[in-house]
């Protein structure tokens, strides 16, 4: 999905909801675990519920990884039911030199047609650029992150900036908003409206929303653009708002509040 195409979906839904399918077979509701696919089941379910207000889903590789063959089976019956009108995110956060990048962009872009995915930058411009040659997709590049361990590197001074602002300012000179976005934390309120100073055109993916502690207000009031320009994901507060057999209704329920808060500001 192009840019164009995506500040039209967020424009449409007056919406910059991501949610987050990080489904856990320890936390989805009991009567799923007697499905031939629990995960599915349950990814499928909170899709239809939330479908209408969400703009992008956002499927946290780690948590179908880590059931192995089925869960890649999971994860790819839950890309395939995604309507094609919602942009895609594989949050894999993957990175290596560069030969091995170009089959993770494989794997992530080509193999399983997202429209983009996770990047840690560590390892530096080889191992960003093979994710930018792919038309229409996207790199969504570490940035300053919402976990507390982010004050470890990238909040550290590197010569008279901060590791995080190098990496925004270099990153950024690889590609262009077009095909680059970057993960901004909520949790980070006093660097978000900064962040979108240095990057003004940029999209940001925002996580931290709801189970972290970050709130709508607080990211739209100091990083929307004119395009909105933000991705805010919520996870855990959308797809465990409820746990019994109504949790699809309860789940949209709680996306619908997250999109009338933003609907406020778009
Ligand atoms: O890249 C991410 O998505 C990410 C970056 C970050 O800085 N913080 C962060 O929480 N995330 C992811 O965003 C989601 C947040 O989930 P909730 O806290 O349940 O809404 C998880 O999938 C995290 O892995």
Not at 31 to 41: G, K, T, V, Y
Not at 188 to 213: M, N, T, Y
Not at 232 to 253: H, L, P, Q
Request: with cysteine; charged share 20%; glycine share 8%.
């Amino acid at each position: 999905m192009n840019r164009a195409e995506l500040v039209k979906i967020i424009r449409e839904k007056k919406s910059v909801l991501c949610v987050g399918l990080d489904t856990d077979l320890n936390k989805i509701p009991k009567h799923l675990l007697e499905e031939e696919d629990p995960a599915f089941a349950f990814n499928k379910a909170i899709i239809d519920a939330t479908r209408d207000v969400a703009v992008a889903y956002k499927i946290n590789t780690a948590f179908y990884e880590a059931q192995g063959l089925k869960g890649w089976i999971s994860m790819e019956k839950t890309l395939n039911y995604i309507p094609k009108n919602i942009f895609t995110i594989a949050d894999a956060k993957r990175g290596d030199i560069g030969n091995t990048s170009e089959q993770y962009a494989r794997t992530f872009f080509y193999t399983y047609p997202y429209d983009s995915v996770t990047v840690a930058p560590y390892m530096g411009a080889d191992s960003v650029q093979p994710f930018l040659q792919f038309e229409d997709k996207w790199a969504i590049v570490l940035g300053l992150t919402s976990n507390a361990g982010s004050a470890d590197f990238q909040l550290q001074d590197c010569s008279n900036e901060k590791l995080y602002e190098k990496v925004l300012r270099t990153v950024a000179s690889w590609g262009t908003p077009e095909n680059i976005m970057f993960v901004i934390g909520a949790t980070r309120k006093e660097q978000l409206q900064h962040v979108r100073s240095l990057l003004p055109e940029h999209f940001f993916l925002i996580p931290g929303v709801g189970a972290q502690g970050g709130d709508v207000a607080t990211v739209c009031d100091n990083a929307l653009n004119k395009d909105g320009g933000v991705l805010i994901n919520v996870s855990r507060g959308i797809i465990y708002a409820g746990s019994g057999t109504d949790f699809a209704e309860k789940a949209a329920v709680a996306a619908k509040e997250y999109q009338q808060q933003m609907a406020a500001y778009l």
